[in-house]
C-alpha cells in the first residue's frame, strides 16, 4: 500500500509539474521585428527612388500654394 501511495504521489507532481503556468518571454519575437523594419526600409526607398520627381513636384505644388 505504501509502494501505491508514493506511486500516486510522484505521479500527482509529475502532473502538476507538467500543468503549471510557465514564465512567458516577454522579449517577443525580436528577428522578426528586425525583418520588418528592415523590409520597411526598404520598400520605402525603393518608392523614393521610383517617385522621388513626383514626391519633390508635389512638395513644391503644396508650398507654392500656401505662400
Known amino acids: 500500500m505504501e509502494h501505491l501511495d508514493a506511486a500516486l504521489l510522484r505521479l500527482h507532481l509529475v502532473l502538476l509539474t507538467l500543468t503549471a503556468p510557465r514564465e512567458r518571454d516577454e522579449r517577443g519575437d525580436v528577428p522578426g521585428w528586425v525583418l ?3 523590409m ?3 520598400l ?3 518608392i ?3 517617385a522621388d520627381q513626383q514626391l519633390t ?3 513644391n505644388s503644396a508650398l507654392a ?3
Open 57 to 59: 513636384q508635389m512638395l
Open 44 to 46: 520605402v526607398m525603393m
Open 40 to 42: 520597411t526600409a526598404g
Open 65 to 67: 500654394k500656401v505662400q
Open 48 to 50: 523614393w527612388k521610383v
Open 36 to 38: 520588418v523594419t528592415v
